[in-house]
Nanobody, 122 residues
């Protein structure tokens, strides 16, 4: 599975962005999909995850009620809709995939995209 993240950019605080993660090589309709982020000088952290059957979603407390993860199986693409962005959301965002159950643990994910930079100005 190859993952390609896109959609990052510069946005003012309070604005919105939608990140996309396009998968190729294999359909990811039955994969757990996750988003992680890494801010400058910090470790990579969990942001959101979607169960393989799209029934369950999981969010970090810092993004709950602002971010939404979703999947379009026809496009083999996963999205992260980010609203009410804050300067502390500035980071490189990575999408990831795994088989099995959804987790928030980075090392549980087998496949990773290259990352897309999100910068939120105050």
């Amino acid at each position: 599975v190859q993952l390609q993240a896109s959609g990052g950019g510069l946005v003012q605080a309070g604005g919105s962005l939608r990140l996309s993660c396009a998968a190729s090589g294999r359909t990811v309709s039955t994969y757990v999909m996750g988003w992680f982020r890494q801010a400058p000088g910090k470790e990579r952290e969990f942001v959101a995850a979607l169960s393989w059957d799209d029934i369950n979603t999981y969010y970090a407390d810092s993004v709950k009620d602002r971010f939404t993860i979703s999947r379009d199986n026809a496009k083999n693409t996963v999205y992260l809709q980010m609203n009410s962005l804050k300067p502390e959301d500035t980071a490189v965002y990575y999408c990831a995939a795994r088989r099995g159950f959804a987790t928030t643990i980075m090392t549980d994910y087998s496949y990773w995209g290259q990352g897309t930079l999100v910068t939120v100005s105050s």
